[in-house]
């Protein structure tokens, strides 16, 4: 596995500093990343806490680091392509360790997600398992975070697509 590099110490907090800054836009270049997510990097790289926390304040203030924008990103991502539902999104933001301004300021209600329709999600699930309908495919459905609502609705819309062919 690629083992990181770790910063070269230096006692100068300016050089410390652009050292870490450079990294920092190296790493959110590739790939967004959550706060929490920067600052680990960043620490595993050898820089210290208060260069750290210096960087990532610049990273939000200049908006390359958005945990807000991400996690509406991550939610919708979720949804579309793995078709999750809103349970199972919730549990798998839980575990990007998003900042608490983040999961304060997300909803699924919100502008960024009206136009995921859930049952329609979930109705492509159903599609792609077969269309079933018996309790394994409703298991199913309930582990991929589909609500019991979504997931009749999903049925009935399924029934409907079948009658009309």
Not at 42 to 52: C, D, K
Not at 70 to 92: P, Q, T, V
Not at 110 to 127: A, G, M, N, R
């Amino acid at each position: 596995m690629y083992k990181k590099r770790k910063a070269p110490v230096t006692s100068d907090p300016e050089k410390a500093y652009g050292a870490a800054l450079r990294t920092a836009m190296n790493i959110v270049g590739y790939k967004d990343n959550t706060l929490n997510q920067l600052k680990t990097k960043l620490t595993e790289r050898g820089y210290s806490e208060t260069t750290v926390n210096d960087v990532c304040e610049y990273m939000t203030m200049k908006g390359y680091v958005n945990d807000t924008r991400m996690i509406f990103r991550s939610a919708r991502s979720l949804a579309l392509n793995k078709l999750y539902g809103k349970k199972r999104i919730m549990k798998e933001l839980a575990l990007k360790r998003f900042t608490d301004e983040a999961y304060d300021a997300f909803t699924f209600d919100s502008d960024e997600l009206e136009d995921v329709d859930f049952t329609e999600v979930c109705l492509k699930l159903l599609k792609k398992k077969g269309g079933a309908r018996d309790d394994k495919t409703f298991a199913f459905l309930i582990r991929y975070g589909h609500s019991v609502s979504d997931i009749k609705e999903a049925y009935k819309r399924l029934q409907t697509e079948n009658e009309d062919e």
